[in-house]
């Protein structure tokens, strides 16, 4: 067996390795949660249409810190650390909720919707007999307070000094299919979360390889619903930190569907109801999928008339939580609200062609285990991490590996 | 109202019959306790709480439950898996005769082919009933999650 000297030391400058210590270290870890999550990036935190009304709270996260996101009086949304100056009491253990201003559940420390604190109980004693000294200021630990920035109806938050604007961060040559989605008023339809027993950065591997899709997922190859030829492409953003996967409808007249329906009374082999991949063009230019991912932790689906947003939450090096929210428009049709819940099949823990992702990340998880002085192959598609038309590519995967180590600095 | 011992049995038995398909892995019998028609869906209870409607699974006839087994077995790919159903006797919500509403408490457990043992969900199951003739079958069977999170995924049927 090869011993390394050194066994956290990046084996090779080359983006086509990866160390499985990645994996598994609890020091790394740590620093990811500072340098990544607290550092220069854009952290996802929720849907404006989660706080649809003036004076709410939610929470949500920063890696593996708690934050609580707020829609003010005046309709403008803040973040800020879901830790008390006093204590380091979570300020919000609930989800969601309405609220005018935020008190500790401790001893009672209270905090306006921006996060700032504003009252101290018994602060100045009673009777003249306890208090705090009047030369403490415990406002100098009042909890952190986010940059936030909502882009399409995306609330976006970091506490990173040096991060471009969110817009720019995303960048130029994704932007414009975060608004092809976007594009109207959202309507929540449903979340749920899921349990990966997997390090973060394994899913979002798994979300930026659009190499497994057709190989993974059997789903649409053994019901032969589509075509493998489909055209499509793998945009990633300049030094590789977002990407889209994307894929035209085979047909955008929605006559997809109805050759698949002709197979399957031709084949004894299909589906009863193929109604379940049933769709329409909703967007008008054909695309029937598209995953976009933004560094480090958010996803943005369309796949068909299924959309949804998905937040990663690490929870140690081999647990993350994934949340979902699915989402359609005001003003959608009923037919168009029937598809996407028969779509919602599709997607999620329970999906016909996502169920195996959560057990993916996991065989990598467990598969690597005494290997950390190990490394995967990720050279499907060479070794850039430029824009391709081939779907058969790693390209973005490298993308994620190259954003990763000039923020961590390995 | 006065409990019908009879009904309050039938639909004790059919959720007996019903969990001890899944648990014993006759998944393909399992479309089979719905109407032709029959509605089955698994939604979280805070979904249900804030209106939402779009939860895990969502089939609205027999033919899209057969459809739900044939991808587990010949397309889905997941670790080998069984469950343990574990329920509550039923409470009749409502009797016209003909249809019940029932609401009944369930746990399972999910057993790995390694033998690791969880508590995978509990929740209540909200079913529409209909007794024809010496015949009990769902018109709609709810399942309602009590927690929003899956461990992992979610293939076999609840
Ligand atoms: S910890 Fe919050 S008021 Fe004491
Ligand atoms: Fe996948």
Redesign the pocket.
């Given at each position: 067996m090869n011993v390394v000297a050194n066994p956290r030391a990046w084996p090779s400058d080359s983006l086509t390795r990866v160390p499985y210590w990645v994996y598994s270290d609890q020091a790394l870890y740590d620093i990811e949660m500072e340098r990544i999550f607290r550092g220069d990036t854009w952290s996802f935190l929720c849907l404006e249409a989660e706080l649809p009304r003036p004076n709410m709270f939610r929470t949500s996260h920063l890696g593996d810190m708690s934050v609580v996101v707020t829609r003010d009086g005046e309709g403008k949304v803040h973040a800020f650390e879901n830790r008390?100056?006093?204590?380091?009491?979570l300020?919000c253990h609930k989800d969601r909720g309405d609220a005018k201003e935020i008190a500790?559940v401790?001893?009672?420390?209270t905090y306006d919707l921006c996060g700032k604190l504003t009252g101290v109980?018994f602060r100045r004693g009673i009777g003249g007999k306890g208090g705090m000294p009047p030369d403490s200021h415990p406002e100098e630990h009042a909890p952190r307070q986010l940059r936030v920035e909502t882009f399409c109806g995306l609330v976006f938050g970091t506490l990173g000094k040096n991060v471009k604007p969110l817009e720019e961060f995303i960048g130029a040559n994704i932007t414009p299919s975060v608004r092809r989605v976007m594009a109207k008023p959202v309507k929540l339809l449903g979340g749920y979360s899921q349990i990966l027993p997997s390090n973060w950065k394994l899913y979002m591997e798994n979300t930026k390889d659009s190499y497994h899709a057709s190989l993974l997922h059997m789903f649409f190859t053994t019901f032969r619903l589509n075509r493998l030829s489909q055209k499509g492409g793998l945009v990633v953003s300049e030094g590789g930190a977002n990407h889209i996967s994307y894929s035209m409808s085979a047909d955008t007249a929605g006559k997809e569907y109805e050759q698949a329906k002709m197979r399957s009374a031709n084949e004894g082999f299909a589906l009863e109801v193929p109604e379940v991949i049933k769709s329409v063009d909703e967007f008008g230019d054909g695309i029937g999928l598209q995953i976009l991912s933004v560094f480090p932790g958010f996803v943005l689906q369309q796949i068909r008339n299924s959309l949804a947003v998905r937040r990663i939450v690490p929870m140690g090096t081999d647990k993350t939580e994934l949340v979902w929210m699915m989402f359609g428009f005001e003003g959608d049709t009923q037919e168009l609200h029937d598809l996407r819940m028969m779509q919602s099949n599709l997607i999620g823990p329970g999906g016909f062609i996502s169920m195996e992702d959560g057990a993916a990340t996991g065989f990598v998880q467990r598969g690597s285990r005494g290997a950390a002085s190990e490394m995967s192959v990720v050279e499907m598609g060479g070794q850039g991490i430029g824009s391709e038309e081939s779907r058969v590519s790693e390209a973005a995967v490298r993308g994620f590996w190259n954003t990763y180590r000039q923020l961590m600095g390995v | 109202m006065s409990v019908n011992l009879e009904h309050q049995f039938r639909v004790q038995d059919l959720n007996a019959r019903y969990t001890e398909a899944i648990d014993d892995d006759r998944l393909e019998s399992w479309p089979d306790f719905f109407l032709p028609e029959g509605k089955y869906l698994i939604n979280t209870a805070e979904n249900v709480a804030h209106g939402l409607p779009l939860g895990f699974m969502f089939a609205t006839s027999q033919a899209m439950l057969r459809d739900r087994i044939k991808a587990l077995r010949q397309a889905n790919i997941y670790e080998a898996q069984r469950y343990r159903h574990v329920l509550t006797a039923p409470r009749l919500v409502e009797d016209n005769g003909g249809v019940l509403l029932a609401r009944t408490s369930f746990m399972v457990a999910r057993v790995m082919h390694s033998g690791e043992t969880m508590l995978f969900a509990t929740g209540m199951y909200e079913d529409r009933i209909v007794l024809n003739g010496d015949k009990t079958l769902f018109a709609e069977k709810k399942v309602i999650l009590d927690s929003r999170q899956i461990d992992t995924l979610l293939a076999i049927p609840l």
């Open positions: 008390c100056a006093h204590r380091g009491a300020l500790c401790y001893h009672n420390w109980a | -």
